[in-house]
């Protein structure tokens, strides 16, 4: 079954662009295209894609808005952020809004369909060092009060602790698994168990919370100390 893309993006050639590459895999299929974020978030409601690629700056709404009221309406939806600079400072917000990663626009083409089958599987983050580094900002940005914190952090087994500090570096579920000499479904099971006791609806969402909770710390620079 092809995973159903939604590109928006105010350049047509560069939606078409994209549309375009995506179109050349054999597992996607763009079903819908969007010029703004208006458009984005009623073509969402009506074809419910898998992924959505979501350009941060648009007219009429703009790309963390449009995310904010797509994710409101279906908490699963899966929005890549499309951005033109990695340090554009409008993916924190994206990221408040539930915004599931973010990629370059300058991305190669396979990166490309690779980014999207790993935003609809839920199973990493997009470049990983630079992810990293927006998250650690955003949560210095943004600390977390301590009675924000939640209780399911508390009830962590140690090897959940682990595995979270491990996603938090942006590590996938078959690199933890080598790293911990377990087995993958045993990632699986720990990650899903993540999810489940701190009430995250993804591992954008367990990285920020492992940052801004001080598990995973980081040198000030954006990377880990």
């Known amino acids: 079954m092809n995973l159903r893309v939604l590109v928006a993006d105010d350049q047509h050639l560069l939606r078409a662009g994209i549309a375009g590459i995506l179109n050349a895999a054999p597992d996607i299929q763009v079903i819908a295209e969007a010029g703004d974020g208006h458009q984005a978030v009623e073509l969402a409601g009506t074809h419910r894609p898998d992924v959505t690629l979501m350009d941060i700056r648009m007219p009429q709404l703009d790309g963390i808005e449009a995310t904010h009221r797509i994710i409101a309406a279906a908490p699963d939806a899966k929005i890549l952020i499309l951005t033109t600079f990695d340090l554009d400072a409008y993916v924190y917000e994206a990221l408040r809004a539930g915004a599931s990663g973010f990629l370059l626009k300058d991305t190669p083409p396979r990166q490309l369909m690779e980014a999207v089958r790993t935003v609809a599987t839920g199973d990493?983050?997009?470049?990983?060092?630079?992810?990293?580094?927006?998250?650690?900002?955003?949560?210095?940005?943004?600390?977390?009060?301590?009675?924000?914190?939640?209780?399911?952090?508390?009830?962590?087994?140690?090897?959940?602790?682990?595995?979270?500090?491990?996603?938090?570096?942006?590590?996938?579920?078959?690199?933890?698994?080598?790293?911990?000499y377990i087995g993958l479904g045993t990632a699986k099971t720990h990650v899903r168990n993540l999810l489940a006791k701190l009430g995250a609806r993804d591992r954008v969402q367990l990285v920020i919370l492992a940052y801004r909770t001080g598990l995973v710390e980081t040198d000030g620079n954006g990377g880990e100390s």
């Open 124 to 180: 990493t983050l997009l470049a990983p060092a630079i992810t990293k580094r927006l998250i650690a900002r955003f949560t210095a940005l943004h600390p977390l009060p301590a009675a924000s914190v939640p209780k399911g952090l508390e009830n962590l087994t140690d090897r959940e602790r682990e595995v979270l500090g491990l996603v938090a570096q942006g590590l996938t579920n078959h690199e933890i698994a080598r790293r911990l």
